[in-house]
């Protein structure tokens, strides 16, 4: 059985998780839009994670929306096994299913109430500010801190995280309350917040990249191809393997609705990736093909 690449605490919690977890995005339909191509399969997918030991679930009530939400509900209430449940708020879907901000602290409380309703949990165990877009300026993402934080306060939510965010912004963020981890895009090919994760490792902050196998459109690339057959992995294995190698504090939440890609990615937490290799991976920042 795979050890799930060992394990993390995130800071001053108690909440300790496998650095292998699961990412919920791609369970809803396309576009993470309306009901699942397979409704039992979404429901196996998330069963067979928490049966493998995955104790880590990121969502969000804008998947589907709230059809991701429901179907955790659906396939674990009532959490025999309680993994560590990651939500965010920031966001809402159009009628056209597109990405909307939702930041009024109205928004915020009311998205907290309906992940916590959707989940069936009491308490959502960490909550992430997810931020549009790099110009938020530090005294509104103060603000967006502090509505989660009255949350913290009537005990809907455990803790405080940051999504989407610049050094600054988590700066500014850490000044409203302790912020417990850092979900961002990155991945083997995009790479820019390397010194922000070094820096959280200095801090015992996890960084969870978002898209680690490239998101809408995963990562493509010859060279990686060729690497992976050398060690008899997938290269969408070799991609996560390699997130884990890159600091103790990474922790990958891979989406999947498939149980062979969930099988796959599990796996990938026991691949070791020998010197030779991990310097030719090093090199393929920002070459998404070659
Ligand atoms: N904070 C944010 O702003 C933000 C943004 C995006 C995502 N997220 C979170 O991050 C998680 C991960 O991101 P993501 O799910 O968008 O993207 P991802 O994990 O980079 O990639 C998911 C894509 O890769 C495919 N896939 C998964 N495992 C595979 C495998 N072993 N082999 C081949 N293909 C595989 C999936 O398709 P199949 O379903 O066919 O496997 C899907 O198309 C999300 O689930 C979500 O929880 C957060």
């Known amino acids: 059985m795979s050890n799930l690449g060992g394990t993390f605490t995130f800071p001053g919690t108690g909440l300790t998780v496998h650095r292998m977890g699961f990412g919920a995005m791609q369970l809803p339909g ?17 069963r067979e994670a928490v049966d493998s030991g995955i104790d880590h679930i990121d969502t969000a009530d804008f998947y589907g929306p709230e059809i991701a ?31 909307r901000p939702a930041t009024s602290d109205d928004e915020i409380v009311a998205a907290i109430k309906r992940n916590v309703e959707t989940l069936g949990l009491a308490k959502i ?42 050094a600054g912004q988590v700066r500014a963020a850490q000044g409203v309350a ?19 994760i070094d820096d959280l490792a200095a801090q015992g902050i996890p960084y969870v990249p978002f898209f680690p196998l490239g998101g809408f459109s995963p990562i493509q690339s010859g060279r990686l191809d060729e690497l992976a057959r050398r060690l008899d992995v997938t290269p ?16 990958l939440i891979p989406g999947t609705s498939s149980l062979a890609h969930l099988r796959e990615n599990i796996a990938a937490a026991s691949v070791e990736i020998p010197e030779e290799i991990a310097r030719e991976l090093n090199a393929l920042a920002g070459k998404p093909v070659s």
């Open 30 to 46: 396309k576009g993470v839009w309306g009901p699942p191509r397979d409704h039992e399969q979404a429901l196996a997918v998330v």
């Open 69 to 99: 939400n429901q179907l955790i509900r659906e396939a674990l209430f009532p959490y025999p096994r309680r993994p560590v449940v990651v939500s965010k708020i920031g966001a809402k879907r159009g009628p056209d299913a597109s990405w």
């Open 125 to 166: 165990d960490i909550v992430n500010v997810r931020l549009f877009d790099p110009s938020v300026p530090p005294a509104e993402v103060e603000r967006m801190v502090r509505a989660v934080v009255s949350c913290v306060d009537r005990g809907l939510v455990g803790h405080v995280g940051m999504s989407n965010a610049s």
């Open 178 to 196: 302790p912020i417990v981890c850092v979900q961002n895009h990155y991945n083997l090919i995009r790479r820019a917040d390397d010194a922000m």
């Open 236 to 251: 969408m294995q070799l991609a996560l393997a390699w997130l884990l190698a890159r600091s103790p504090n990474v922790l």
